[in-house]
């Protein structure tokens, strides 16, 4: 490296730690958003409000209401004694779900005929609904199976489908949202940091003058993403540390293997944003450019919502993303542990959209005024 | 008589239509505080950025410092020191760190570097009371130009542009500004130097008058005052603007 990377990198540095704003921003993020995700979002829902009539009053009836309470989907806010209350519960939104136990259920449970409750959800929230309702069917099922298993004189069920969820035993949210949001975070905030470096010195003036200057292009650029590169790697501990005592998320594979890999993460993002600062004019324009960067980062890469899921024209687009690489790598990482025999094609990849971009970068920067 | 320290030969820059420099040819000795004078738009600026290899020219082409601007513009930057009309400093480093960062970039290092900064900052008087550690944006008009040269200065070039340098500054620091370009040219430095002020142009060893891109006179100030035909520099520059502006 070339002794003209030096002095950038050192003026790079004094005037990220002089911009107080920026920097408690940058150190800000990480926490707040770790906290934001990892305690408001739940993708699982449980305890959802709910009112019961009740119009048999019976033990079966209670058993069955019971039954449905305890599988911690459900949390009984009322019992009601007509139907429009259940409609009058929901309208004011005290209520998302309501059970209702017709009077002829134990008759029909006794004579062998379906007997048959309702459940009704509020599916104007797709989430919770769907929750609702898969803990209504299977405790239905259980409940058939058991009747079944009973009048064919068996102790046992026939077959059992026994799921074993791996990695994540307990299926908890923020094992699969913390390791995707060291990505996200670095993306948002690695991106922004440079996209604004280039554009800011031209508005300011300084360009001017830094380009009458024998520096090259490459040591402008490289002096000014490398002081960041610092910011990224602080941002991801503390990100990890939170997750890893106040979330509990499991740090399964090589710490050294993630480091790695994220420092080519962060250097390819930092390379975005440097690229966007080489295509636009004004600081508004580049902060711009980056949200239109960003949200198709957190919609399609796999950190919400899985890719699978999507259209294969938007799953190209994923693919398109450093993130969806990324994401990848951390989670295998993180929960799978696995080393980099499983997650090289996308270390390769990361390692492309790097060098791609700073060459890309460099390639647009000029240094004359026109 | 030695070769010229600033040879243009047959300058032209083209923005779209419009021709901003217009086949302008002249040699600037070395040693020599050489003023452009022109109005508004009468394509100074853009000159001085050609020479300093941040335009490029439509055609023809200078020699400055011994190296052609069109074959190794990347060159020429190591050999010039130049200073804008917005100064170019970081208004959020201090005044060291604004001569440290430029010393550096020009290849300056260690002791060499630290050397160099003292003896511009005492050659430019930056060293009174707190001075170098005010930030860049707390210093008023006056020591932000000093600050600026110094910042142009640090690698010794041989040949220093200065465009418009003087411009929203007070007379006291004009007159020490003037002091010190004059110790520099004297020095053996070349000094090219764009200017509004008449009794700035007074000040320089020969002048070139521009207008519209075109070179209308070059002398001594009495000569380019005699050649526009005007009792003073003043005079004819008046005469000429309302020309240019009409």
Redesign the interface.
Known sequence: MNSRFWPMFRKEFIQMRRDRLTLGIMFGIPVIQLLMFGFAIQTDVRHIPTVVLDESRTPASRDIIAALENTGSFRIIAYVNDRPSIDAAFSRGAAQAGILVPADYPRNLGRGLTATIQVIVDASDPLSSQSALAAAAGVAQMRNLEILAAAAGRRTLPVEARVRPRYNPGLRSPNYIVPGLVGLILTMTMVLITAMAIVRERERGTLEQLIVTPITKTELMLGKIAPYVGVGLFQMTAVLLLGRFVFDVPLVGSLWLLYGVSLVFIVASLSLGLFISTLVRTQQQSMQMSFFFMLPSILLSGFMFPRQAMPPLFQWIGLALPLTHFLLVLRGILLKGVGLSAIWPQVVVLVGFAVGLIVLAVRRFHKTLD | MSEPAVDIRDLTRRFGVVTAVSSLTLQINRGEVFGLLGPNGSGKTTTI?ML?????PTSGTAVVAGIDIRAA??RV??Q?G?M?Q????????TVA?NL????????L?GRGLTDRVSEVVTFLGLGGGHRLTQLGAELSGGWKQRLALG?ALLHRPPVLFLDEPTAGVDPAARRNFWRAIHDLAHAGTTVLVTTHYMDEAERCDRLAMMSLGHLIALGTPADVARQVGGQTLEDAFIVLQERDEG
């Not at chain 2, 917005?86 to 480093?93: A, K, S, V």
Request: proline share 3%.
């Open positions: 950025r300093c290899g941040l335009l490029e513009p990347e930057k190591t010039i130049y804008s917005r100064f170019g400093l970081y208004d959020d480093l760190e440290t960062f430029y010393g550096g970039i020009y290849g290092m910042c």
